[in-house]
């Protein structure tokens, strides 16, 4: 299949190029008036002028719109029951995320839900959000668990993610995020011991462990020691300074965390510490928007030479939208991130912190077609700037 008369063919990368750090990310490749070929549904080759030369094949016009690579969400929780929209009232009356959940409210009131909720309503509602997110434009999505904060909930979390991944053409990653919160019933002791003695067999559906490494939830010390047993069974992706400076970039990267997340409260420490790491910062400026917490520095982390990448972080407490336009947007206008820099930080390098930029995150013959076609007139600056104004034209996955 061809794609002809493209006005834009953005993001294009070489099959080297798995993230974008520092000044790179300030840069992608573009071409103006392009074809782009798709072969077994990967990108097989693209090129200038409006049509492949010799090409009669079934095509798809772009009618001058832009293409670019799909989004990848590298941070959700979009597995969840019900809603939390009483607690909404209480958020807009003044109460803290920390004050609503000391109150029985939070991930706690999201677990008492879904202990409530069949495992097929669970996947029923779930996939309601994650459709949504796939029209809008997300192609590689990971989910978390963490609703369920005992070992029978938390299994029933993993199978729904893993019965999503087989069901949708969307790229999904499932990570065991056990340590949410203290389940109810529990001590805090006795609870992360539970998690930890969940990692085997949460280790046969996920691919990541997380932790909510943070003030009022989980320390540096269970931290470690969760990450301790999940070695070699499970990749860290970490929940760090989102409410205090917490100790959580630094202990992610001493187990080699592929991403550490959040972000929203961080020193030239966490820097330093991320510098020549594996591990990719990720910042989740709905969150920030939703509880009106600070926004990443993500510039500073950019100006020291590391690359950022963004996510939704989509859950009911404190991002209920996995619209990743709106997240490169808010990259932009608070983040103060060029166009091109918060691209790159939804699409290569959210690929890249969810374990899948071989596949998805770049224009580069090898990868998945997983595709957006804009209306005519777009470009990457257009979509941050007008940021609510419909864009696309179609979803190739
Ligand atoms: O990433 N911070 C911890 N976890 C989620 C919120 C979960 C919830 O409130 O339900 C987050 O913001
Ligand atoms: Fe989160």
Known sequence: ???????????????????????????????????????????????????????????????????????????????????????????????????????????????????????????????????????????????????????????????????????????????????????????????????????????????????????????VEDTDRILTAAEHLLTPKIHANELAVSGGVQVGVKHQALSVDHLERTTDAEISALKGTWTMPTMLPGSSFFLGLPYGQAKDYIKAGLGVALASDYNPGSSPSGDMRFVMAQGCIKMRLTPIEAFNAVTLNSAYAMGVSTEYGSITPGKKAALILTQPGWDLTKLAYQYQTPFIRQVIL
Not at 25 to 38: D, F, M, P, V, Y
Not at 90 to 99: A, C, P, T, W
Not at 194 to 214: G, H, L, N
Request: charged share 25%.
């Open 1 to 219: 299949m061809i794609i002809k008369n493209i006005g834009l063919l953005v993001g294009i990368q070489p099959e080297s190029v798995l993230r974008v750090e520092g000044a790179a990310q300030g840069s992608t490749g573009i071409l103006e008036n392009a074809w782009l070929k798709i072969e077994d549904g990967r990108i097989v080759d693209f090129g200038s002028g409006s049509v492949m030369p010799g090409s009669d094949r079934e095509s798809i016009d772009a009618h001058g719109g832009m293409v670019m690579p799909g989004f990848c969400d590298s941070h959700t929780h979009v597995v969840y029951a019900g809603s939390r929209d009483g607690e909404f009232l209480d958020k807009i009356n003044g109460l803290s995320y920390e004050e609503i959940a000391a109150r029985g409210g939070g991930i706690l009131n999201s677990a008492d839900l879904l202990h409530r909720t069949s495992e097929q309503d669970l996947y029923e509602q779930s996939m309601v959000r994650v459709q949504e997110m796939m029209a809008k434009g997300t192609v590689a999505l990971e989910i978390k668990s963490g609703y369920g904060l005992c070992p029978e909930g938390e299994m029933k979390m993993l199978r729904v993610i893993d019965r999503i991944k087989k069901s949708i053409p969307a790229a999904v990653k499932s990570t065991f995020l056990g340590a949410h919160a203290v389940g109810r019933g529990y001590t805090h002791e006795e609870y992360v011991q539970t998690v930890i003695d969940m990692i085997p067999e949460a280790a046969e559906y996920a691919d990541f462990v997380d932790v909510f490494c943070d003030e009022g939830f989980f320390t």
